[in-house]
C-alpha cells in the first residue's frame, strides 16, 4: 500500500536534546513523500511537532536547537522553581512564530503540558499561543520552571502523557510514532548530579508505560542509540549526529513495517 497516498498522523514523544532525531526521521519521512495530516508532541516532540506544523524543515529545526545554547548564564534563575528559567526561551520562540496560534496551522498540532495544580493534562486549544503551549510543555521538572499561561502553572506534558498516540486515534488512517527516550546505557558512577538522576527517574518512569503505547501505532521509530546520549546534550557536533541517528533509523525501519 502506498503510505503517501494515506491520511498520516505523526506521535512525537519527550526525550530533550534528543528529539533532534525525530527531526532527523521527519527529513526521511519528507524524502519518501510522507506528509503528516496531523501532529501530537510532548515536550521536545511539542518544539519539534510545533515547528513543523509552523512549516519549519527538518534541517531549519535542527538548526533551531543548534541555535539555542541551554546552559546559558542569561537562562538560570534562583527565583523560580527550577534550575533554568523556562520564560527565558520565550524570545528565541517568538522570534520565529510571532503571535502564531495553534488554530493558524494547516497541520493541526496537539500539543501536551501538565497543570500542576489541578494535576491534570492539558492538550492546548485552538487560541493558544504556539510558542507559549511549546515552552509550557517542555518545562522539563526539576530543571526548567514551570511555565506561566493565563494565570496557571504548566510543567512538561510528559509527566502524564509522554507518547501521545491517543490524541491521534480517528484522526488519521497511519499514524507514525518517534519514541526518542530508550533507557539509557549508564553506570552507578554517572549519577552524581541533580540533572543526571532527575533524567534516569524520568527515564525508568516513561519506559514501562509508554512501550505498551507503540501497538496503537501502524510504524514506530525508535532510536535504540539514543540511548548513549544526555537528555540535555548541548555539543552541537552532536546535535548532528542526532539528526543523522533519527534519519537512519528511519530508513531502516521503514524496510520493516509493513504499512
Known amino acids: 500500500m502506498d503510505l503517501a497516498s494515506k ?3 505523526i506521535v512525537l514523544s519527550g526525550g530533550g536534546s534528543k528529539g533532534i532525531a525525530q527531526a ?7 524524502e519518501k ?3 503528516a495530516c496531523c501532529v501530537a508532541g510532548t515536550s521536545a516532540g511539542a518544539i519539534v511537532g510545533g515547528l513543523y506544523a509552523f512549516g519549519k524543515s527538518p534541517e531549519e529545526i535542527l538548526e533551531f536547537f543548534k541555535s539555542i545554547y541551554f546552559f546559558h548564564w542569561k537562562h ?3 527565583k523560580k522553581a527550577g534550575i533554568i528559567d523556562s520564560e527565558s526561551f520565550k524570545k528565541d520562540f517568538e522570534s520565529i512564530l510571532k503571535e502564531t496560534k495553534i488554530g493558524d496551522l494547516k497541520i493541526p498540532v496537539h500539543i501536551t503540558a501538565t497543570d500542576l495544580v489541578k494535576g491534570k493534562l492539558k492538550v492546548f486549544g485552538n487560541e493558544t499561543k504556539l510558542s507559549d503551549a511549546i515552552l509550557a510543555s517542555s518545562s522539563f521538572p ?4 514551570p511555565y506561566e499561561i493565563n494565570g496557571k502553572l504548566y510543567s512538561d506534558g510528559g509527566i502524564l502523557n509522554h507518547f501521545p498516540t491517543d490524541l491521534l486515534q480517528g484522526r488519521c488512517d497511519t499514524m507514525i510514532g518517534i ?5 539509557q546505557n549508564i553506570e552507578a558512577h554517572d549519577l552524581k548530579s541533580i540533572k543526571s538522576v532527575t533524567s534516569r527517574a524520568f527515564d525508568l518512569l516513561y519506559a514501562n508505560y509508554n512501550y505498551q503505547k507503540f501497538s496503537l501505532c501502524d ?5 535504540k ?7 540535555f546534550e548541548t555539543n552541537k557536533s552532536k546535535m548532528d549526529v542526532l539528526f543523522e541517528i533519527g534519519y537512519l533509523e528511519a530508513k531502516r525501519s521503514h524496510e520493516n513495517w509493513n504499512l
Do not use: K
Open 24 to 30: 532527523g526521521a521527519l527529513q526521511f519521512l519528507s
Open 7 to 9: 491520511s498520516i498522523g
Open 225 to 231: 542509540e539514543l540511548a548513549d546520549y544526555s537528555t
Open 179 to 183: 519514541y526518542v527516550s530508550p533507557i
Open 219 to 223: 510504524w514506530v521509530i525508535e532510536p
Open 76 to 78: 538560570f534563575t534562583f
Open 33 to 35: 513523500g510522507i506528509e
Open 142 to 145: 526539576g530543571m526548567l520552571s
